[in-house]
């Protein structure tokens, strides 16, 4: 029903699936690497790829939890205990595990005829 604007002459539309496997793995492998710090680059890299609201929603998301766990890594001290440190936990869990299974878990739109 939606079709995609093509706003440029000769530019090609969104793609509809997401990235093969082999390419999904390799981001996948980012936030992983570095621990959570780069956790917005795979759903960026997704939004950027397919062009759809909800990649640019995660990618939104993700940076946002980034930010967070960065702000989070600056203003609590290094021995904290409770609240914090549960804090911190869910903020690196979703900036890596979550980046990661996104990216992996990521579905493409079937053509609806």
Known sequence: MNQPVVLEKGAAPRREGPPPLAARAALAAVPVLSLGVLGFVPALALALYRGTRAEWLAALLFTAVSVGWGFQIALTPVETSGGAF????????????????????????????
Do not use: N
């Open 86 to 113: 549960l804090l911190d936990l869910l903020l690196l869990t979703l900036s890596t595990v979550g980046a990661a299974a996104h990216v992996l878990l990521a579905r493409g739109k079937g053509r609806a005829a």
